[in-house]
């Protein structure tokens, strides 16, 4: 088995299409796909859900993936004479509404595999930490990035792709978005954070009728006003905790549901940081851990 397939496995996962990874690795689509079934041939179970539109990752390409990233970060390093080792101190930014999420694993891993290496965290919105990284203030952030593609300065890798949805009230007996919107306010997120500037362009798009708007910059604020009946409003899935405190009807968009995607965002100049490198698998770690655990919540 090539070390190709791996890294392309890897790509896969990151971006979440063939598609992605064919972008992502300079192959074509059908080249990405011939590698995965040549990687199920020798594994000898299958490694993703066909039975959609899209291939999905199972459990054991996640498996396979965290088995093996080590591994390659380690062969890499060897062959370009490094130690292995990786000490120094390494900053992070994580938007506040994944660090409960991911954090855990991030430093979980780095204490097992890098022990050696300071973690030093910063949390905020995307814009403040993506702006941290370009001042080189931080090395590396999880942020939001802008459906724009974002700053050509900064090395993107894609970690996690989420769906907007329509937080609704408890009793709301609806079943339409645009019925929705007529009948409540609709409660923006920021219009200049990314999720804010998508749901703006997905209303735009999609409803023609509406009633007052409020904005906040809060997203469990309007979780929680959202569940005492003021209004409707477009996020993403909100956490168990917040569901928990805040109940609310989640109505799924359907296929022309905003996709939010959050991304590493790094300086290209840091291509070759080892520290860097540590914190992205660490990351890329913790969030496949993350989307196994949610596939079975």
Same mark, same amino acid.
């Given at each position: 088995m090539k070390l190709e397939t791996f890294r392309t496995l890897e790509a896969v996962l990151q971006t979440g299409t063939f598609a992605g990874a064919?972008?992502?690795t300079n192959v074509t689509p059908s080249a990405v796909s011939m590698q995965m079934k040549q990687l199920e041939r020798y594994m000898g179970k299958p490694l993703f859900d066909r039975s959609g539109l899209q291939a999905r990752p199972n459990r054991l390409a996640h498996e396979v993936a965290d088995t093996l990233r080590q591994a390659m970060h380690d062969l890499a390093a060897l062959r370009a004479g490094h130690s292995v080792a990786v000490e120094g101190v390494v900053r992070l930014g994580v938007i506040?509404?994944? +660090?409960?999420?991911l954090l855990p694993g991030i430093i979980r891993f780095l204490r097992e595999r890098h022990p050696r290496l300071e973690l030093r965290l910063a949390r905020g919105r995307s814009a403040s930490l993506t702006a941290a990284v370009?001042?080189?203030?931080l090395d590396a952030a999880l942020v939001a990035q802008p459906p724009?593609?974002?700053?050509?300065?900064?090395?993107?890798?894609?970690?996690?792709?989420?769906?907007?949805?329509?937080?609704?009230?408890p009793a709301a007996s609806e079943?339409?978005?645009?019925?929705?919107?007529? +009948?409540?306010?609709?409660?923006?997120?920021?219009?200049?954070?990314?999720? &804010?500037?998508?749901?703006? +362009?997905?209303?735009?798009?999609?409803?023609?009728?509406?009633? &007052?708007?409020?904005?906040?910059?809060?997203?469990?604020a309007i979780a929680a006003l959202v569940s005492a009946g003021l209004g409707i409003s477009l996020l993403q899935m909100p956490d168990a905790t917040t569901l +928990?405190?805040?109940?609310?009807?989640?109505v799924k968009l359907g296929r022309g549901a905003p996709v939010l995607t959050l991304s590493l965002a790094a300086r290209k100049a840091d291509d070759d940081n080892r520290l860097v490198d540590a914190a992205r698998q660490a990351m890329q770690a913790s969030v496949a851990t993350y989307q196994r655990q949610f596939a079975g919540s």
């Open positions: 064919a972008r992502q506040e509404s994944l +660090q409960a999420a370009k001042a080189g203030d724009t593609g974002g700053s050509a300065r900064l090395r993107w890798t894609p970690m996690l792709r989420r769906e907007l949805v329509l937080l609704a009230p079943n339409s978005v645009v019925a929705l919107f007529r +009948q409540y306010d609709w409660i923006r997120y920021d219009r200049k954070t990314v999720t &804010g500037e998508l749901s703006i +362009q997905y209303v735009a798009a999609h409803v023609r009728e509406m009633r &007052g708007t409020l904005e906040f910059d809060s997203a469990p +928990q405190m805040c109940p609310v009807r989640v």
